[in-house]
């Protein structure tokens, strides 16, 4: 059974198969999260996000992790709230979650680092997020137990409150 866990950390030092990033679509880095990582990973990390053509929202794709401690980092493009109806945020949410571990299921990787995507700049509101998240990974892991932990790594109080009060409200 994969364990569910929530923590409140830099992504860029935890010790996991991979870290997601919630990335633009470029994904040649930005503010948040992404520029964090572009940072951490440095400069070879751009280099090979320039070979990949960029991502379209919900859409997932894998690179080397560089100087992070994860080994793979997986980019994800999460919705801007205010460009899409809130079913299809929803929609394009639940597949950056899903094809980020359709991906891991595929290459074997066992422990997962996810960010709070989209509640930053792009605006989607972080209960909504929270639930769908929690939800999305829940029911993915039921039926792939070789996934063995999902951490869900938040960068402020507000959003590890939450994901423990979703988490707890789910059991």
């Known amino acids: 059974m994969t364990r569910l866990t929530i923590s409140q950390d830099d992504i860029t030092t935890l010790s996991v198969d ?16 992404d520029g964090a990582i572009h ?16 991502c379209k929202t919900g859409e997932a794709k894998l ?6 401690r994860a080994p ?5 493009v999460g919705p801007i709230w205010s ?28 422990v997962i680092a996810f960010p709070n995507i989209s509640t930053g700049i792009y605006g989607y509101p972080k209960p909504r997020a929270a639930k769908l998240c929690i939800e999305t990974v829940r029911d993915f892991c ?7 932990e999902v951490i869900f790594c938040c960068f402020d109080p507000e959003n590890k ?11």
């Open 39 to 54: 940072r951490a990973a440095g400069p070879a990390l751009l280099e090979e996000c320039k070979t990949l053509g960029g």
């Open 18 to 33: 991979v870290i997601v990033n919630a990335a633009n679509s470029s994904l040649l880095g930005g503010g948040g999260v």
């Open 142 to 148: 039921k039926n792939h137990p070789e996934i063995q």
């Open 83 to 110: 460009e899409h109806s809130p079913e299809e945020a929803d929609r394009l949410l639940f597949n950056c979650y899903f094809n980020c571990l359709r991906i891991c299921m595929k290459e074997e990787l066992q």
């Open 72 to 76: 793979f980092i997986l980019h994800t």
């Open 63 to 68: 690179t080397r992790g560089y100087g992070v």
């Open 161 to 171: 409150n939450l994901y423990e009060e979703t988490l707890g409200m789910q059991v």
